[in-house]
């Protein structure tokens, strides 16, 4: 690795809309990239969301639950995912959080209106197949 994680030694749980095949990749591409093994993921329409009582009004792509009990939106939870992957993907997060929040958020909800025409959506009894070794970071 290039870089090493800065802050993010603690874990967290990115949650994601599991109806979208999009989200569904990208959570597949984190999964393989996290190395010091600090996230677990959980889709927004399961329970760990319910749980941790977290507001999920207007918000349908994702979120990032820290340790600390912190929750990132938007384009925030991608700059501290990225982090806590390191390498490469830490020079991008702070590349990133040199643009203006508003710049950031809009090009994010950007994204996440046409997440759906880039990838399409999950059926409803679908689930996504995965490796035995990344079955345990997956919540519901």
Not at 5 to 13: F, L
Not at 28 to 45: E, G, M, N, S, Y
Not at 62 to 78: F, G, P, R
Not at 83 to 88: H, I, K
């Amino acid at each position: 690795m290039w870089f090493k994680p800065s802050h993010p030694q603690t874990e967290a749980i990115l949650f994601f809309d599991g109806t979208c095949a999009f989200c569904n990749a990208v959570v597949r591409f984190v999964l393989v990239r996290d190395k010091h093994d600090l996230l677990t993921f959980a889709p927004l329409q399961g329970e760990t969301i319910k749980e941790k009582n977290i507001d999920t009004i207007d918000i349908d792509s994702i979120i990032l639950y820290t340790q600390n009990e912190e929750v990132l939106y938007k384009s925030d939870a991608v700059i501290a995912l990225l982090e806590r992957l390191g390498g490469l993907w830490f020079f991008w997060a702070k590349v990133i959080k040199f643009f203006p929040k508003v710049l950031r958020d809009a090009t994010y909800d950007l994204i996440a209106r046409i997440r759906y025409k880039i990838a399409g959506k999950m059926k409803d009894d679908s689930c996504p197949i995965l490796p035995k070794n990344y079955q345990s970071k997956i919540l519901l």
